[in-house]
């Protein structure tokens, strides 16, 4: 066997150009003199971050992936630009997939990922020290912090429990409604609550779409009907005493002393300022 295995170009051409990709193919001498065709992929290359938060969590994406047509859980990565250096990419991407800014960087190593058929290379980078400025997702990304946060807390053995209230529309528009001319209750009429009115499909696509990412085994999301405020208050209180464990604390029986009746000391006869006493008709004060 020859040690010098390198092909030679004769002649090529390129099949496919693309918004990401271009696909060559090319005719080329082999070492023993034959001739072959390769077929490949030129790639811009790429950079993929590990985000660490401590020393045991990481930051991580959830993406849907067309080519295998399903969701993966990925670490941070993206094409580098045109005029980019690799470390620029790694902090933009980081930035605006993430919502983190990384005060040290550290390039791990060079990856090519797929020798047989493309020039891609991934630069590896380690990103620590981090901290949160707020993200900007690229169309079709979303950030899954929440699902993996919660199951670190779970994990931790805190118990976790996220509670929804679920209001029929009819039933919303009586409580606002009642607000509106009760003294009472007008301070309760805040301008959120004239925006979930006026856009109550929007709210609800919204309520749709966190249950969708953060309604997860270890950390459920529990609906209570809450058009009945009394029945919903007692539901919850119920659901909730019934998911955390306890054990009957023993105690002493309380019982009252004997009252002091005035043969020690005599109150005054003080002019206290008692303050008027309103007529109340129905619940409320005339």
């Known amino acids: 066997m020859p040690k010098d295995l390198a092909e030679t170009l004769l002649a090529g051409e390129e099949v496919f150009s693309g918004r990401l990709l271009k696909v060559y193919r090319d005719r080329v001498r082999l070492p023993d003199g034959s001739e072959s065709v390769r077929e490949y992929i030129r790639h811009p290359g790429a950079v993929m971050m590990v ?21 993966f859980i990925e670490i941070p990565a993206g094409k ?19 919502g983190y800014v990384a005060a040290r960087w550290q390039h791990l190593r060079t990856i090519h990922p797929c020798i047989g058929y493309s020039d891609e290379r991934i630069e590896l980078y380690l990103a620590t020290e981090l ?35 679920e209001v029929d529309p009819d039933e919303q528009t009586r409580r606002l409604e009642g607000r509106i001319d009760d003294g009472r209750k007008v301070w ?6 004239l925006k979930s009115y006026d856009r109550w499909d929007d709210y609800t696509q919204a309520r749709d779409e966190m249950f969708a990412a953060t309604d997860t085994a270890w950390a459920p999301w529990h ?16 659901h909730l005493l019934s998911k955390v464990p306890y054990k009957k604390v023993p105690r002493e029986k309380v019982k009252l002393p004997k009252r002091q009746t005035g043969k020690k000391y005599k109150s005054p006869d003080y002019p206290y300022k008692f303050i008027p006493e309103a007529d109340v008709k129905g619940g409320r004060a005339y």
């Not at 699902?147 to 929804?164: A, H, N, Q, R, T």
């Not at 309760?188 to 609550?193: A, E, G, I, R, T």
């Not at 609906?223 to 119920?238: E, G, T, W």
Request: with cysteine.
């Open 223 to 238: 609906v209570a009907k809450s058009d009945d405020k009394k029945r919903v208050r007692l539901n919850i209180i119920a």
């Open 51 to 71: 985000p660490m938060l401590d020393d045991r969590n990481v930051v991580l994406v959830r993406q849907y992936r067309y080519p295998l047509r399903r969701h």
């Open 131 to 165: 901290t949160h400025v707020g993200h900007v997702h690229d169309e079709g990304e979303f950030l899954q912090v929440v699902p993996l946060f919660e199951k670190m807390m779970v994990e931790s053995g805190i118990i976790l429990l996220k509670y929804w209230l």
């Open 80 to 98: 580098i630009d045109q005029g980019e250096t690799p470390l620029e990419t790694a902090q933009r991407e980081l930035r605006e997939e993430c």
């Open 188 to 193: 309760k009429l805040s301008p959120m609550d």
